[in-house]
């Protein structure tokens, strides 16, 4: 179980398992119970930071301590794990806090491919106001834009989300 392709696939594994981990949390819990923290992320704001960095946090504090878990005991499949979920971090901060909100000292959008996709995606995310309603859930994974839209349309939330398409923050 230690050889190191073993341990790739593992780190690969979980990197691909997280979308799922990440879909769920966001879905189930930042939009259900997590909500106190996750609505300064769909509320506009000046500062730097908001209060739903605190999952960001989270996530990085069980990656460390996985990491400090996998050194101290030598179990290097707790260190893979450990990787898979740091690298899926990273992404999801490429993606979701450069790419969609911009959270970083240049401007970079992406207006083709996948990219181009995922930004649009995550924009549908946050067309809906309030807790409920909202599609779009994933961060590395989106559905076709025109799906979502489709989905918004059903729901009768088109006019929140052209409304929100002028001021996006
Ligand atoms: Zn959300
Ligand atoms: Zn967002």
Same mark, same amino acid.
């Given at each position: 179980? &230690?050889?190191?392709?073993?341990?790739?696939?593992?780190?690969?594994?979980?990197?691909?398992?997280?979308?799922?981990?990440?879909?769920?949390?966001?879905?189930?819990?930042?939009?259900?119970?997590?909500?106190?923290?996750?609505? #300064?992320?769909?509320?506009?704001?000046?500062?730097?930071?908001?209060?739903?960095?605190?999952?960001?946090?989270?996530?990085?504090?069980?990656?460390?301590?996985?990491? $400090?878990?996998? #050194?101290?005991?030598?179990?290097?499949?707790? &260190?893979?794990?450990?990787?898979?979920i740091t690298l899926y971090?990273?992404f999801y901060f490429i993606?979701h806090d450069g790419l969609?909100?911009?959270?970083?000292?240049?401007?970079?959008?992406?207006?083709?491919?996948?990219?181009?996709?995922?930004?649009?995606?995550?924009?549908?995310?946050?067309?809906?106001?309030?807790?409920?309603? $909202?599609? #779009?859930?994933?961060?590395?994974?989106?559905?076709?834009?025109?799906?979502? &839209?489709?989905?918004?349309?059903? #729901?009768?939330?088109?006019?929140?989300?052209?409304?929100?398409?002028? &001021?996006?923050?």
């Amino acid at each position: 179980m &230690t050889s190191w392709p073993v341990l790739i696939a593992i780190a690969v594994a979980v990197f691909l398992v997280m979308e799922g981990v990440a879909w769920a949390a966001h879905k189930y819990i930042m939009h259900g119970w997590g909500w106190g923290w996750h609505e #300064s992320h769909h509320e506009p704001h000046e500062g730097l930071f908001e209060k739903n960095d605190l999952y960001a946090v989270v996530f990085a504090v069980f990656a460390i301590a996985l990491f $400090a878990l996998g #050194s101290l005991m030598d179990w290097p499949v707790v &260190t893979a794990i450990a990787s898979g979920i740091t690298l899926y971090g990273f992404f999801y901060f490429i993606v979701h806090d450069g790419l969609v909100h911009q959270r970083w000292p240049f401007r970079h959008i992406p207006h083709k491919g996948y990219a181009k996709r995922l930004v649009q995606a995550h924009r549908l995310h946050h067309a809906v106001k309030g807790k409920d309603g $909202a599609v #779009s859930f994933g961060f590395l994974y989106a559905p076709p834009v025109e799906k979502l &839209t489709a989905e918004l349309k059903r #729901s009768g939330r088109v006019a929140a989300e052209q409304d929100e398409r002028r &001021t996006l923050h």
